[in-house]
């Protein structure tokens, strides 16, 4: 297990890259404000609490130039992370606004001014219903693919299990209340496989592995979607 995080938000490795990375851009770098989700935010948020855990910084924004991701590169081989680690390929469309992404998860939150104290980013992260949010939206378009195709494509969100899990512990929602969640946001048109994503979804609760929370997905499918 890792380190406990006690300490300042700049215990984390991917707070320190950021700073890092912060140092080396020249003065003139036009400042950004970034929302943040994804890992880096369940750290900040202390949801998952590994200070050395590697982690991208997926963030809502206009992407950096390529003069910039030069350095990104070379800050993630500093610090033993992917040269992509700093990255807006949010839900893997590149959203470039919180409102563009909102038309696929529903109301966002963020909290601002997250990490104090950069000279060119302004960082705000997703508060932690968001981000469970935006998991279930990335599981539910997974399962619908995986499910209709019968197993033949590639399934690679059974590394959400774990963090709904703590996801949900940290928001104190009981398997009742995941439910619900999941039943508000397929009655809005926002998932489109509903049924499927609150077994999985609810599997990863009860602390079920990928296998278990995929064959409960499956028994749960009608058969007429």
Wanted: charged share 20%.
């Amino acid at each position: 297990m890792g380190d406990l995080i006690d300490a300042s938000p700049d215990a984390y490795l991917v707070t320190r890259a950021l700073r890092e990375l912060d140092g080396r851009l020249p003065e003139d770098f036009p400042h950004m404000d970034i929302n943040v989700v994804g890992g880096f935010a369940l750290q900040v948020l202390k949801v998952r609490t590994d200070v050395n855990q590697a982690t991208d910084l997926d963030y809502i924004g206009k992407p950096l130039p390529a003069s910039v991701m030069r350095v990104v590169d070379e800050v993630g081989l500093q610090f033993g992370l992917d040269p992509k680690w700093f990255n807006n390929d949010v839900l893997l469309a590149g959203y470039t606004s919180v409102a563009d992404i909102e038309g696929a998860t529903g109301p966002l939150t963020f909290i601002p001014n997250a990490v104090p104290g950069l000279r060119h980013f302004t960082v705000a992260v997703a508060d932690a219903k968001s981000i469970l949010r935006m998991k279930l939206v990335a599981i539910d378009t997974q399962l619908v693919t995986y499910l209709d195709d019968e197993f033949r494509s590639d399934f690679t969100r059974g590394k959400d299990l774990p963090d709904i899990s703590l996801l949900a512990a940290y928001l104190g929602m009981t398997e009742q209340r995941v439910a619900q969640l999941v039943a508000e946001m397929g009655a809005a048109g926002i998932l489109l496989a509903p049924v499927e994503t609150c077994a999985f979804a609810l599997a990863a609760v009860r602390g079920l592995g990928e296998p278990e929370a995929l064959q409960a997905a499956r028994r749960a499918m009608p058969q007429i979607r």
